[in-house]
Structures are given as C-alpha cells and as structure tokens.
C-alpha cells in the first residue's frame, strides 16, 4: 500500500483510510493505494465489509488536475470503482468536508453513503470543460433520476449533506462520529452488496427531460462540455452500462484535452494563484471586525452587505441624512428579497441586520478596525475625506478606498500615515461580485496588504493585487479596449456590429452595450478632467462626446450608443439613426473613407488592444504575473471564462505570431499608440 492510503481494522470491517493532504485530492498514488487496500479486502476471509473515509477534512475534494492535461497513469479511476464493484463484500463512504467530482463518482461507486452534517457533494467536472469520467453520469442518474442528474451535471452544483439525503444522493446523515456511523452502516449490510450499476434508470418524463435540458443550456452558454454532459446523462437511460461507461469515458477523454477545457483549467489555477503572495510569507494581518464604510451609495451599501455576510459589524457613514436612509433601505430591501426568494431565513437576514449601524456622526470612526471610503470618484472630495480619516481613525485602523481610477498615492499622501492606506477596489454589485482587486500604494505596508488579502478571505472573494496606476488592472485595460472599439467605429463600422462580434467571441456585452448600461457621463467627465494633460497629437475619438452632447448619456437617459424602449430590458436596445449620422460626421471630419470590418477584425484588435495594454501594465510592474490579468479580465469584465482570458488566448498565439500582431495594431491605431513588449507574457511564467 502506499502512503497516501492506509488500511485500519474495526473488527471485520476495514477502514481504507485516504491520506493524501491538504484536500485528499485524487491522484495516481491514491489511486494505486485503493487497489492494493481492495486486494486486501477481496483476499481477507476475516474482512467482511470496507468504509472508505478521507483523513484530515474532508473526503476526496477533487482530482489533481495537473494530470488532466497529460497521459493519464494508470490505474485510472474507472478501473478502482470497477475494484469496488467487483470485490464481493460491501463498501460504505464515509463523507466528510466536500466528494466532488472523481471524490463523489468514487461514493457512487460504493454500496452505500453516510456523511457528516454540512457535507457537499457533487460534479463540477462541466464548469472545467469536461464531463464526469468515472460514470457520474451513468450511475447518478440510477438514483436520482435523469432530469435531477443533468441538473446537477451540468451546473456542478455543490449539494449539501441536508439535500443529499433528501434527494437520495447519500443514505445516511450520521450526527454523531462519521467513522463508527458508517462501520455500523457497513455491517448492517450483512455482506450484500448493493450496486448502482445493477439499478435502472427510473424512466425518465420526456417533458422533465426537455425542461432540463434546456435550463441548463442556457445556463451553461451552450458549451460543448454541457451539451456532451446532457447526451451521457440521457443515454444512461438507454444504454446498458457498460457501454455507457464506455462513451462516457471516451466522451471525457476527447474533452479533457480540448483547448477550452485547458482554458479552464489555466482559469482554475490563475486564480488559486492570485492570492498567493509570496513577498507576505510570515506577515501577520490587522484582526479586523469593526467595519466603517464611508458613502452610502450604490457601492458602499453592496460593500456593507458582503461585509455583514462575513459576520462583520459594519457602520455606514454618510454626509447627509438622506442619503444614509436611501443607504439603508437598499440593504434592508436586499435581505427582505433574498428571504422572499427563499435563499435566507428570516432570522439569519435579521441577525445580519442586527449588526449594521447607521450614522451621519463621524466621531464613529474611532472604533473602526477598517475604515472603507466609498465616496464620490472625485480626488479632492477623496482627499478631504481620508483628512477627516486621518484626524479620527484610531492609529492602526487600515484606511481603505474604493477608488476605480483615481491616484491611491494622491489619497494617501494627505494623510499622517500613508502606510496605513490601501485600495480596496470592489466591483458592482459589491455583493455579488467576486473579483477584488487589493491596490499596494508606494508607501502601503506589508501587514496593511496582508489585512486586505485577508479581508478578501473572509469575505469569499478573489483578490488580486495591483500597484498603483490609473485604472489599475482592469479599468486601465478595459479602457484601452474601448478606445480600440472607438477607432473601429470611426473607421466603418457601427454600435452593433461592434457588439456582435464581441459577443459573438463570447463577452458578455460589448463595449458599447456596456458603457450604455454604465452611463456615458462618468467616461465623459473623466476625459474633460483629463483634457489638459492628453497629447494633442494622439488620436482621439469624438463619437462619445458628442452624444453625450446630445444628451445620450445611455440607458438612463433611453438614449447612448443604442435607442432604448422603456420597458424592453437589457436586449432591447436598438440601432438608431442618429447615432449612424453622428459616428459618419465625425469619419468625414477627419477625412476618413469609412469601410467594412471583418467580424475576424473586430475581434482581433479588441483582443490585441488588451494584450498590448497587459504587456504594458507587467512591463511596468502594476500586475504582478500574466495569469492575474486572466482573473481580472473574465471575472470583473465579461471576458469569455472558456476562452482562459486575454493572454492565455494571446499566449496560444506564439511570440512570434503576436509581435507581429502589435506591430499591426500600432498601425491600424495611430498616432499616440504606446506598444508593449510581449515578451512579459512570457518571462513571467504564465
Ligand atoms: P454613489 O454616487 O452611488 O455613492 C456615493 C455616496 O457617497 C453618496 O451616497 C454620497 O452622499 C456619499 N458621499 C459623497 N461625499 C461624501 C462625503 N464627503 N462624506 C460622506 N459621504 C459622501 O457612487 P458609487 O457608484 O457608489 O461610487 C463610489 C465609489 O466607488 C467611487 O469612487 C467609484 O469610482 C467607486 N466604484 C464604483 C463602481 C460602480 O460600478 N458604481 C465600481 C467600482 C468602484
């Protein structure tokens, strides 16, 4: 046997003890390790029956997905459960912690599931590109049914242990210690052996069947991986199993090495990695509790709602009542509709309630461990608050800002304690968004970073952290992005064709759908703030300025680069003329022969214009490694996940290729074009 698994003895039962620190990952080794302990099991006449329960944690958490990527070793996961099923006596798992994926396919492989309370199990295998491969979507559906497996396949649902034993996914929740609930489970079976494989398939409702299919296409975009994942699930009903094991695998082994399913996997790791910080080893974080959020407004009462989710007491801080209450009702209204929907109960949404404070009175701030300035994106409101900070905060509260392009070192420096300030910049809805990017000023202190990185834990969100520089990460390559999209349009092409290529490549929106949903104005007044300082001689794209102008300043207004109707939702948007005449005019102000765009095109330059802008933001050291600009990229700003992010796309392009490629782009773009040096994509091991 190997290390990673051990053989203990209760009586007649054995106990295979998985050991495979931190999340009992399945690998090569775990899997030899199960053989030889079922080789065992199957040749010991004084053993007669098995519990396979993890160390540590949990159960087996998932596979080792570096191995997905290359030959898999044998002996592979199909060939342990075909050991289970086949060794004579019965098998119980024990769960504890988190049986996902290769982990849950290995329970279902067993005679029976017992396990803790609080418990999820299920089959993310979709959400990276793959289908289950070790019969998960043979032998669920045997007990769950079909309509429920595909559910659950296709959106990687994490099921808890409550649900599991509703659904029938585990027999038994065992209250009491896992290991002797499921060694009594275990002799309770009296040497029966009870197989999925040897059960039906309940015969599935066509109408459920469709119903389900369709949920989860949507919902999964239409991948190749939730399609391929829909066909096994429904063909376990049709097929006898062995073949249908057979097609899943070989389904699994196709997709597994497909490029998207790569992608996915660099997305996995990229953001394993961004909260990795190497630099802080050692470096103790600020204990925080204590939370004062400045600004009551659409970011600061989302930031006072993911905060109270993390059992933090958090005060809300406003310049005038008013604008306190609206603060309020916003999070009140919020908890009241997630107990409406049925997400919360009433006494968790009163209990967060419960530790929300509300106050025009800035003497408060002296007992905050973490002040959160959510205020107007103007840098003198910025600095005249982070005075007031500084003249109450208690010495040792961490001073944050919300800013989403402004100088964190400007709001730092009107401050004693430069130190002490970081940027915490969140995205909208601050609740629900993941992303996080943790700005490091020049003078922020390696214990104040380390409290924001903390922060971001407890909070369940993905940080990454940037230096200091405008726009940090994802605002500054957004906005080189849009500016490409604005050179398109001066050149040929128009609003919607822009947007259909974007999408069409998989962005959520398009740029020009996005900045009518954000509003034009704010872009609008950054640019006049910025007149001054721009070089006269570097191209510049009127079209936005003159609708807002025109008094298009987007969905609010029912009018930007798009017409709206009142009530058609965020797809209704539609091409207007006046736009058409507006984007010609200026092509013809500049002498500009306006004609078509490819869709290929499109593409490549807002593409290009990313990459380029990420060259230079690694080259200049505000992002620390190319993977970092992937999370930012597909978690805050709609870039397709499936396509890995912007430099795992650029990187699949080859050096050469892509310097090639910028070299176009700075032509195509013009004068004020600043180029990157591709080989930052590179040398900072993506
Ligand atoms: P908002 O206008 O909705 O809210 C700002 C709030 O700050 C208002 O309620 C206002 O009364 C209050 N305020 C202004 N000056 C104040 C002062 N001196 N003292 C106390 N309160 C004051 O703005 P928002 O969209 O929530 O943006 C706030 C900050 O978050 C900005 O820096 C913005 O750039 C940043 N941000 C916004 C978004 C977004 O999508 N809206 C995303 C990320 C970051």
Not at 121 to 144: F, H, M, S, Y
Not at 448 to 465: F, I, Q, S, Y
Not at 493 to 512: N, T
Not at 623 to 638: E, H, I, K
Request: hydrophobic residues 45%.
């Amino acid at each position: 046997m190997t290390t990673r698994v051990h053989l203990e003895r209760d009586g007649d039962v054995a106990l295979i003890v998985i050991d495979n620190p931190p999340i009992n990952a399945g690998s090569a080794q775990v899997r030899r390790g199960l053989l030889a302990a079922l080789d065992t099991l199957r040749r010991d006449a004084s053993l007669h029956a098995a519990v396979l329960i993890g160390a540590g944690n949990t159960f087996i958490a998932g596979s080792d997905l570096r191995e997905f990527g290359q030959p898999l070793e044998e002996p592979q996961l199909p060939d342990v459960i075909a050991a289970i099923e086949n060794c004579g006596k019965p098998v119980v798992a024990a769960l504890h912690g988190a049986a996902l994926g290769g982990g849950f396919e290995l329970a279902l492989g067993c005679d029976a599931r017992v396990a803790s309370p609080g418990t999820v199990v299920g089959l993310p295998e979709v959400t990276l590109g793959i289908i289950p491969g070790a019969g998960g979507t043979q032998r669920l559906p045997r007990l769950v049914g079909v309509p429920r497996a595909i559910q659950m396949v296709c959106s990687g649902e994490r099921v808890p242990s409550g649900q599991a034993l509703a659904w029938g996914l585990i027999d038994q929740e065992a209250v009491g210690d896992l290991r002797a609930a499921a060694v009594a489970h275990a002799r309770d079976l009296r040497g029966a052996k009870s197989r999925l494989r040897d059960r039906s398939v309940p015969t599935p409702d066509a109408d459920a069947v469709v119903a389900a299919s369709t949920v989860a296409l949507k919902a999964g975009k239409q991948r190749p991986a939730v399609r391929a994942a829909i066909e096994a699930v429904i063909s376990a009903s049709r097929l006898p199993i062995d073949q249908g094991l057979a097609e899943e695998r070989a389904v699994f082994q196709q997709l597994r090495i497909s490029r998207e399913a790569h992608a996915l996997r660099h997305q996995f790791f990229a953001e394993r990695d961004a909260a990795k910080q190497p630099a802080l080893a050692g470096v103790a974080p600020h204990s925080v509790q204590r939370v004062l959020v400045i600004g009551a407004g659409t970011m600061g009462s989302g930031i006072a709602i993911a905060a109270l989710d993390a059992s933090y007491d958090v005060t809300l801080l406003e310049q005038d009542e008013a604008a306190l209450q609206r603060g309020v009702t916003r999070i009140r209204e919020h908890y009241a509709s997630r107990v409406l929907a049925g997400k919360m109960k009433t006494s968790v949404a009163a209990q967060r309630e419960a530790h929300l404070s509300a106050t025009t009175d800035w003497t408060v701030m002296a007992q905050a461990d973490l002040v959160i300035e959510a205020v107007f994106e103007d840098l003198a409101v910025k600095q005249a608050v982070f005075r007031r900070i500084d003249n109450m905060a208690r010495q040792g509260a961490v001073l944050a800002s919300n800013t989403s392009y402004l100088d964190l070192d400007a709001i730092a420096q009107v401050t004693q304690r430069p130190q002490d300030v970081i940027g915490l910049h969140f995205f909208s809805p601050a609740n629900v968004m993941r992303l996080l990017e943790v700005v490091r000023g020049a003078a922020t202190a390696p214990d104040v970073l380390a409290t924001g990185l903390a922060l971001a834990k407890r909070l369940h969100k993905l940080p990454v952290v940037t230096a200091n520089a405008f726009g940090f990460i994802g605002n500054r390559i957004y906005s080189a992005y849009r500016r490409q999209c604005e050179f398109m349009l001066e050149e040929g092409a128009y609003p919607e064709q822009v947007d259909a290529a974007l999408e069409a490549f998989g962005f959520a929106m398009g740029p020009f759908a996005v900045a009518d949903m954000s509003g034009l104005d704010i872009a609008w007044r950054m640019r006049q703030a910025q007149a001054a300082r721009r070089d006269p001689a570097a191209r510049y794209v009127h079209i936005p300025d003159r609708l807002c102008e025109a008094g298009r300043l987007g969905r609010k207004t029912g009018a930007g680069y798009y017409l709206y109707e009142a009530e058609a939702g965020a797809k209704g948007r539609q091409t207007d003329p006046a736009v058409r005449e507006i984007i010609d005019a200026a092509s013809a102000a500049k002498n500009l022969t306006r004609r078509a765009l490819s869709v290929e095109e499109i593409q490549r330059r807002a593409l290009l214009s990313m990459v380029n802008e990420a060259a230079l933001l690694l080259g200049e050291g505000v992002a620390q490694r190319p993977s970092d600009v992937d999370v930012v990229l597909t978690n805050g700003y709609g870039f397709p996940r499936w396509e890995g992010g912007p430099l795992f796309w650029a990187v699949d392009r080859g050096e050469q290729a892509l310097q090639s490629d910028l070299d176009w782009l700075g032509e195509v773009s013009g004068p004020g074009f600043v180029r990157g040096d591709v080989k930052h994509l590179w040398t900072k091991g993506n």
